[in-house]
């Protein structure tokens, strides 16, 4: 069964490194998400994107976000300069045209922000 | 804003035993999600149910949903130590399209062996 995958697993790194989170979303997808998810905290809806560009995001992705489909398979979340509060499990999302928006979830990434 | 909420917020039952979880939220819905995350890992999707549907059963997954009363319930039959996860439900922020989702805090259950 196609699955969303994400790569690393676990990122650690220090305060004001930039970081990217790499996603494979599932092939025939074409609506791609990112969500976040602070320790003990609600999964957050950070940005969507569709046909190349954003769709929507939240007003959680500021400026130092970015998100680029560099290739066909590829979706990448980009922080430029991490804080200490971005340490959180990263969750990468696709679905497809079926019009029900069931979205499916990648694994995660952990960034841990030192 | 859409949101749902679930409650209880923990819930622990012996195996075997059922789980009902319930959800509520806001505004008007095309449909609504339930998904499992198991502790420190993704989320997986569990069921999906339309506005237009009551109940809706996937293995020992009962979902139903009461549209005027804005609310969902989970019910897992015959638990099993397995299912030891939280509980999300979703809902789109809004009817049309494929829209970003928005999730309460979870249940947490544990089914004790």
């Known amino acids: 069964e196609p699955e969303v995958t994400q790569t690393p697993s676990h990122q650690v790194t220090q305060m004001g490194q930039e970081v990217i989170l790499r996603c494979v979303p599932i092939?025939?997808?074409?609506?791609f998400y990112w969500y976040r998810q602070i320790l003990g905290q609600k999964v957050e809806f950070l940005v969507s994107?569709?046909?190349?560009?954003?769709?929507?995001k939240s007003e959680i992705f500021d400026d130092q976000f970015s998100v680029e489909r560099p290739d066909g398979s590829n979706f990448t979340l980009k922080i430029r300069s991490t804080k200490l509060e971005d340490s959180a499990m990263y969750f990468c999302?696709?679905?497809?045209?079926?019009?029900?928006?069931?979205?499916?979830f990648g694994p995660g990434t952990r960034l841990t922000v030192l | 804003s859409q949101q749902g909420e679930e409650d209880p917020q923990a819930l622990s039952i012996q195996e075997g035993e059922n789980a009902t979880m319930n959800c509520s939220y806001k505004?008007?819905?095309?449909?609504l999600q339930w998904y499992r995350q198991n502790s420190g890992r993704g989320l997986v999707h569990l069921i999906l149910?339309?506005?237009?549907?009551r109940e809706k059963h996937s293995g020992r997954l009962r979902v139903t949903l009461d549209t005027s009363k804005k609310s969902s319930s989970l019910l897992i039959t015959a638990s099993r130590a397995a299912d030891t996860a939280s509980y999300f439900c979703?809902?789109?922020?809004?009817?049309?399209?494929?829209?970003?989702?928005?999730f309460g805090k979870g249940t947490r259950l544990s089914v004790i062996a």
């Open positions: 999302a696709s679905t497809g045209t079926s019009g029900k928006n069931e979205q499916f």
């Open positions: 979703a809902t789109a922020i809004r009817n049309s399209g494929n829209t970003p989702l928005v």
């Open positions: 149910i339309r506005s237009n549907e």
């Open positions: 994107f569709y046909n190349n560009e954003i769709s929507e």
């Open positions: 505004t008007s819905i095309n449909n």
């Open positions: 092939s025939n997808h074409l609506y």
